[in-house]
Nanobody, 121 residues
Framework: VQLQASGGGLVSPGRSLRLSCVASGRSFSDYAIGWFRQPPGKEREFVAIISWRRDDTIYADSVKGRFAISRDNAKNTVYLQMNSLKPEDTGVYYC???????????????WGQGTQVTVSS
C-alpha cells in the first residue's frame, strides 16, 4: 500500500493543523492506520491509530484530548486533527499501515514520506 501524508506547516502554539494520509494500491479494509512523529534528534514515536473497519482508536498520552484521528473510507483517507499545539509537538509526522491494531512501530510495514510540523512563536 502506498501512503501520502500532507498538511504540515509552521504554526504558533495553541493553533491547529489537520494532517491527511491518502492510501492507494490495495484494499484497506483489514489495515490499521497509524500516525507517528519524529521530534528533532529523537526516535520516532507513536501518536495515534485507527482501525479501518471500525472506529477503534488509541492515542499517546501526550496528545490525548488534543488530537483526533478519523477516517473517510470513500476517500481512502485518514486525518489527524491537531488542536492546542505545543512546541513539543514539533517533528516530522508519518502515517503508516499495519495488519495489526497496535502502537508498536515495528509492526508497520508501509510508510508515507512524512510531513513537517513546526510549532513555534
Amino acid at each position: 500500500v502506498q501512503l501520502q501524508a500532507s498538511g504540515g506547516g509552521l504554526v504558533s502554539p495553541g493553533r491547529s493543523l489537520r494532517l491527511s494520509c491518502v492510501a492507494s494500491g490495495r484494499s484497506f479494509s483489514d489495515y490499521a492506520i497509524g500516525w507517528f512523529r519524529q521530534p528533532p534528534g529523537k526516535e520516532r514515536e507513536f501518536v495515534a491509530i485507527i482501525s479501518w473497519r471500525r472506529d477503534d482508536t488509541i492515542y499517546a498520552d501526550s496528545v490525548k484530548g488534543r488530537f483526533a484521528i478519523s477516517r473517510d473510507n470513500a476517500k481512502n483517507t485518514v486525518y489527524l486533527q491537531m488542536n492546542s499545539l505545543k512546541p513539543e509537538d514539533t517533528g516530522v509526522y508519518y502515517c503508516a499501515a499495519s495488519d495489526l491494531f497496535t502502537r508498536i512501530t515495528g509492526a508497520y510495514k508501509d510508510w508515507g514520506q512524512g510531513t513537517q510540523v513546526t510549532v513555534s512563536s
